[in-house]
Nanobody, 127 residues
Framework: QVQLVESGGGSVQAGDSLRLSCTAS????????VGWFRQAPGKEREIVGG????????YFADSVKGRFTVSRSNAANTVYLQMNSLKPEDTAVYYC????????????????????WGQGTQVTVSS
């Protein structure tokens, strides 16, 4: 299994930016698709976005489209979530996770598709 560690969370003001990192141990990390999820207090965990290993295509929830981007550095075994124009409703614990690679028209957007998870990093956005 891949071990994942998120970092980069913190407390910011609305409109600010943060970049989260998901760093993995294990040489097979680059084979996996990587997704970012978040869970706010009292709410279910939801997909934020992710990146496919096969072609680097990214996908995002409607709530963050145009504000968040995902990129990966295979050399650094790291996937990044760049979050711009943050809103108070973005406040949550953010997790990264890995899933078997998808191709074509398929993207892993359900949390049960993901097999390894990080411990999460808190993001708090105040108005």
């Amino acid at each position: 299994q891949v071990q994942l560690v998120e970092s980069g969370g913190g407390s910011v003001q609305a409109g600010d930016s943060l970049r989260l990192s998901c760093t993995a141990s294990g040489r097979t990390f680059n084979w996996f698709d990587v997704g970012w999820f978040r869970q706010a207090p009292g709410k279910e965990r939801e997909i934020v976005g992710g990146i496919r290993s096969s072609d680097g295509k990214t996908y995002f929830a409607d709530s963050v489209k145009g504000r968040f981007t995902v990129s990966r550095s295979n050399a650094a075994n790291t996937v990044y979530l760049q979050m711009n124009s943050l809103k108070p409703e973005d406040t949550a614990v953010y997790y990264c996770a890995t899933a078997p690679p998808r191709t074509g028209i398929y993207y892993s957007i359900q949390d049960y598709e993901y097999t390894s998870w990080g411990q999460g990093t808190q993001v708090t956005v105040s108005s």
